[in-house]
């Protein structure tokens, strides 16, 4: 293996622990989703693990359970949508912007 190949090596071997690095800190990252004005709350850690839910007790109609799912339901996916670009921004740091096949940001 040339010199050359060894230094792309050393690069890739460096990228990967950035990146392993960049993982530990997204599981601690908090972001937030809310829906109802706030009456749904969903936290999830940069890595899209949801890691609480708070619901309003206002909001709990057993005769429209229907909202509230839907309310949940609007409140994850806002939440995941704001760990996505939070990894993504994170990654974008690691990479120079570039978008790398295979990475999942």
């Known amino acids: 293996m040339g010199k050359g190949m060894g230094d792309i090596m050393k690069q890739v071997q460096k990228m ?26 969903v936290v999830a850690n940069g890595q899209q693990i949801i890691v609480e839910v708070k619901i309003e007790k206002e909001v709990v109609d057993p005769d429209d359970v229907e909202m509230l799912e839907d309310l ?18 994170k990654m974008a740091g690691l990479t120079g912007g570039m978008k790398i096949p295979g990475l999942p940001f």
Do not use: P
């Open 16 to 41: 990967q622990a950035k990146m392993e690095e960049v993982q530990a800190e997204l599981e601690d990252e908090r972001v937030e989703g809310t829906a109802g004005g706030g009456m749904v709350k």
């Open 72 to 89: 949940i339901v609007a409140a994850v996916n806002q939440a995941q949508q704001k760990a996505q670009e939070l990894a993504a921004d």
